[in-house]
């Protein structure tokens, strides 16, 4: 080799080994390739690059990244993260996902551009795309891999996410090929692909329920079974529209498996001033001026906290105590519970116990179900006698006598003879009461510190609730806006004032 050809395969060696060693490295290496300017690098950009090059390595296997509009997640996230995985490995698999088909099409034609860029090639002339596949939609490399691309609503058939598991990965004897030191150095090699995830909705359809739900429940009954193996990653990019989004839907289904990157535009720095999250797309300034055109679109897509467009009833934070040894001493403590049944098949029953005092009423235990009468029944006077309920109410409404007269019997067949149980009627407008003691319902009512692990589902609802109408339940505020109601009015009623507290 004359002296020319040795230092340009030194280049070509290093910069191989550069743009393998970091997604951030390959990004701007082929960005200034393909488009003859540099990759403006922001922090957010180092931190999105930061959890990818974690994914590749197979520390995370669930992530999700919220970040606005044209703030480079696409470019990181699906172009180059897909181009640079299919260098690593020319047999990973990856599908990706978007809200249209045009779009996710688009990002797949975008993975071919950059793999057949002759600078690509240069540098990895193993990966190459087999001549009878030159769809957008599906691709394969001659090496097996390839890229599946259509919308998070279409079909998917024939093609898998990742690499199906090998035994003789986890087979201590099996012997170590190069591709297993280059894993020790940092270069992961051996990366089978992933199911990618960009903006599953359109801003548009945020607020529909019925768009909203119909991707939510395609993840759970088709996208999510895509991958060839439970190694293989799943990662969602997108802006935050709703809290039922997709993301709100996995955080509140699948707590704690997401690992989640959020980039509100408008962040804190270390004096507690608010600065801009990337100065060379919108000024402190600038940002500001789109928080005042329209701040529900802002808070959600610009700043990752979605909102209703009411906002919530309960919108301030909860107030907790630590356990039943930590409720302040007081004068009059009396062991209560209120329990509203639910009227239609769709309804939930809320049986809601608590120690009442003269400054707030303690939760000490939720019954939350949409099981029927003759579950429902035996459960509420279980939760009485357990509770040592002095005083239990039922709401009588449509069969609530019948309910309550049952769970009587059934608690003096548990030998209580001492718990007063009361039935009536409710005659107020159930929205009307529930709204208008909003403010009433936190100052006075006051959940154990884990609540929400708890009574996961009571706690979503009630959280959830929106101030403007359009909830599918309120059978939960119906419950806490009664206990607010009778607050304060039953002292006389008590045999004990600290006999139940225990």
């Known amino acids: 080799m004359t002296p020319a050809e040795i230092q340009e395969y030194k280049r070509i060696a290093l910069s191989r080994l550069a743009t393998q060693k970091s997604l951030m ?46 703030y480079g997640k696409t470019e990181l996230a699906v172009k180059n993260f ?32 950059i793999v057949e860029h002759e600078a690509y090639q240069e540098l990895y002339p193993e990966v190459m795309i087999k001549k009878d596949s030159r769809s957008k939609k599906k691709w394969y490399t001659t090496k097996g891999g390839g890229v599946y691309a259509t919308s998070a609503a279409g079909q998917v058939t024939g093609f898998g996410a990742g690499q199906v598991d090998s035994e003789e990965q986890d087979d201590p004897d099996f012997e170590r090929t190069m591709d297993d030191f280059l894993v020790d150095a940092g270069i992961h090699t051996k990366f089978g692909g ?46 935050r529209l709703h809290e039922n989004d997709l993301c709100g839907y996995l955080l509140q289904n699948e707590p704690g498996q997401w690992e989640v990157l959020s980039l509100p535009c408008i962040q804190t720095d270390d004096k507690g001033n608010e600065i801009a999250l990337w100065p060379f797309k919108h000024s402190l300034q600038e940002l500001k001026a789109l928080q005042d055109q329209n701040s529900m679109v802002f808070e959600r897509q610009y700043m990752q906290n979605p909102q209703p467009a009411g906002g919530y009833l309960y919108g301030r934070p909860w107030k907790t105590y630590q356990g039943i040894d930590y409720i302040p001493a007081t004068k009059f403590r009396m062991r209560k519970t209120y329990t509203d049944t639910a009227d239609l098949g769709t309804d939930f029953l809320c049986s809601i116990a608590y120690i009442e005092t003269e400054t707030a009423m303690y939760v000490t235990d939720v019954i939350y179900t949409q099981a029927g ?21 039922v709401e009588s409404n449509n069969g609530g006598r019948g309910f309550a007269r049952n769970v009587e019997q059934q608690t003096r067949l548990r030998g209580n003879k001492d718990t007063r149980i009361e039935w009536f009627h409710q005659s107020a407008n159930k929205y009307s009461r529930i709204f208008t003691a909003g403010a009433s319902v936190q ?44 607050f304060g009015k039953d002292s006389n009623k008590a045999q004990n004032l600290t006999a139940y507290f225990r």
């Not at 903006?199 to 079974?225: H, L, V």
Request: glycine share 4%; hydrophobic share 35%.
């Open 82 to 113: 897909i181009s640079h995985g299919l260098a690593l490995n020319p047999a990973s698999k990856y599908i990706h996902l978007s809200y249209s088909d045009d779009l996710a099409l688009d990002n797949s034609e975008g993975v071919k551009s």
């Open 373 to 393: 009468m003759e579950t429902t029944e035996p459960m509420v006077a279980k939760q009485i006698h357990e509770q040592g309920t002095e005083l239990a109410r």
């Open 25 to 70: 490295n390959y990004t701007c290496y082929f960005f200034r390739e393909l488009y003859s300017r540099k990759f403006v690098i922001n922090k957010h950009h180092e931190r999105i690059c930061d959890l990818l090059n974690r994914i590749l390595a197979g520390e995370v296997t669930k992530a999700i990244i919220n970040i606005a509009p044209r």
């Open 443 to 486: 100052n006075l009512i006051v959940f154990p510190e884990d609540w929400k692990a708890r009574w996961p589902k009571f706690a979503k609802h009630v959280c959830s609730y929106m101030a403007a109408g359009g909830n599918a339940n309120d059978d939960a505020e119906d419950a806490l806006t009664g206990m607010t109601e009778y």
């Open 194 to 239: 992933a199911l990618i995830i960009d903006d599953p909705i359109k801003p548009e359809d945020a607020d529909s329920e019925t768009r909203r739900e119909r991707i939510n429940q395609r993840y759970d009954s088709t996208i999510k079974n895509r991958v060839n193996s439970r190694k293989t990653p799943i990662i969602i990019i997108m802006q």
